[in-house]
DNA sequence: CGGTATCCTATTAGATACTG
DNA sequence: CAGTATCTAATAGGATACCG
C-alpha cells in the first residue's frame, strides 16, 4: 500500500523553529495538513463531506472526476489528520460511511467560504484572463 | 468526445454545467483557479503579499523554500486570474513589486482565516496522527 | 535584480485488474 | 461495495546556467 502523501524531505513530521506552527517555515508540520486540506482532492472531499455523511462510491460521484485510488488516498490522510471519521461495517457487503469530525467540520467551514467566495468571483477572474491573454497576443 | 484525462489547462478554460461555477463539477474553470488559491505555492504566496507588497527575491525570503522558477509560475497565474498586481519599474537595475489586488486581497483575507485555523489547531492534528499510526503498529 | 530556458528527477494521478 | 495492487503517463518541482 502507498503511503499516505507525505513530502519527502519529512517536512510532515518537521518541528516548528518559533513557537507557534507557521505555515511559512518549511519544516512546519502544519505546511503538510494544509496541503491535506488544499489540495486538489482533500478541499473538494471535505467540501462534500460538509452536506452529511457519505458512502465510499457516493463520495466518489459528488467529486466528479476522482478515481478510487486518489479518493482513498486522501480519505486516509484527512483521517489520519483527525478530520473524517470512517464508519465501517462488518457486513457483506460492506459498508462504509465517511464523515467530518468535529475538528473537520470546523475546517471545512472556513474551506467552504473560500470556494463559495471564488465561485461567486469566477466572472472577475475570467474577464482579468482575458485582459492578461489579450495584453500578450 | 469527453476527455478522460483532462490537463490543468483543459479544466482551467472549461465551461460550467449548469447556471453558476461549481467547483464540485471537473469541467468548471472555478477548479482551476481554486487550485491556484490553495495550491502547495499559491497559498503561501498569497499569504505573503497579505502583509504588503513585496519584490521578487523578498517574496521567495518569506515563502521558505520556494524556488525561483516555481515563484515565478505561481505569480504568473495569480496575476493571470486578477489575484496579484505586478508593478515592473524599467530602472537599472530593475525593480517589480508584487501586491494584491482588491480581489486577490478578499480571497487572501479567506485563505489565512483557513491557515491560521488550520496552525491553531496543529496539537489535535498531531495527536489524531499518533492515534492513528498507533492503532496500525 | 528579476527573471527565463533547459534538463532531469520526484511525485501525483489515472487505468486497469483484482480481492474480501 | 469498498477498496488494494500494479503499471504507466502526466505534471510538479529542483538544479543549473544564462540574460537584459
Keep these: 500500500m502507498e503511503p499516505i502523501a507525505q513530502p519527502a524531505q519529512g517536512i ?13 517555515a518549511r519544516s ?13 482532492w482533500g478541499a473538494l472531499t471535505l467540501g462534500a463531506l460538509h ?11 459528488r467529486v466528479d472526476g476522482v478515481s478510487e485510488k486518489m479518493l482513498s488516498q486522501t480519505l486516509h490522510a484527512l483521517e ?11 457486513t457483506n457487503p460492506p459498508r462504509v460511511d465517511y464523515s467530518l469530525t468535529p475538528l473537520g467540520r470546523d475546517v471545512a467551514e472556513r474551506l467552504l467560504t473560500l470556494i463559495r467566495f471564488v465561485e461567486g468571483r469566477m466572472d472577475e477572474v475570467l474577464v482579468a484572463r482575458e485582459r492578461y491573454d ?3 497576443a
Design 28 to 40: 512546519c508540520p502544519s505546511r503538510g495538513t494544509l496541503e491535506h486540506v488544499t489540495g486538489r
Design 134 to 136: 489579450g495584453a500578450r
Design 80 to 90: 489520519r489528520d483527525g478530520l473524517v471519521h470512517r464508519d465501517a461495517q462488518a
Design 12 to 24: 510532515e513530521n518537521g518541528d516548528c523553529p518559533g513557537l507557534a506552527y507557521d505555515v511559512f
Design 51 to 61: 452536506d452529511g455523511s457519505f458512502r465510499f462510491n457516493e463520495l466518489r460521484r
